[in-house]
C-alpha cells in the first residue's frame, strides 16, 4: 500500500501582523479510487429503467489545519485534490 502524498505552499515567506496568508494544500493517495455505481430499476411487470451511473470515491482523504500559534485557517476550497486555506498573520 502507498503512504498519502501532501506538498503545502504559502503565499509568501515573510509575513507581518495583519497580512493575509494563503496556503494551498496538494494532496493524493494512490490507494483511494473512484468506483462507479450502475442501478438500473426494473418493476414486476419487466419494465425497466435507462442506466443510472453515479461515481463515489471510497475512503477520501480529510485534511485538518492546525496552527501551533492559535491563528484560525479558513478552507476557501477544496476538490479532493487541491485545496486553499487562508488566515490573516
Known amino acids: 500500500m502507498a503512504a498519502p502524498t501532501v506538498t ?3 503565499n509568501a515567506a515573510v ?3 495583519g497580512d493575509d496568508m494563503r496556503m494551498t494544500v496538494t494532496y493524493s493517495d494512490a490507494d ?5 455505481v ?9 419494465h ?3 442506466p443510472a451511473q453515479v461515481t463515489a470515491v471510497i475512503d477520501p482523504l480529510t485534511l485538518t489545519v492546525t496552527d501551533d500559534s492559535g491563528r484560525a485557517w479558513t478552507k476557501l476550497s477544496d476538490n479532493g485534490a487541491v485545496a486553499d486555506y487562508r488566515a490573516v498573520a
Open 48 to 50: 425497466s429503467s435507462a
Open 38 to 46: 450502475t442501478v438500473v430499476v426494473t418493476d414486476v411487470r419487466g
Open 32 to 36: 483511494t479510487r473512484p468506483v462507479t
Open 15 to 17: 509575513y507581518a501582523p
Open 8 to 10: 503545502v505552499a504559502l
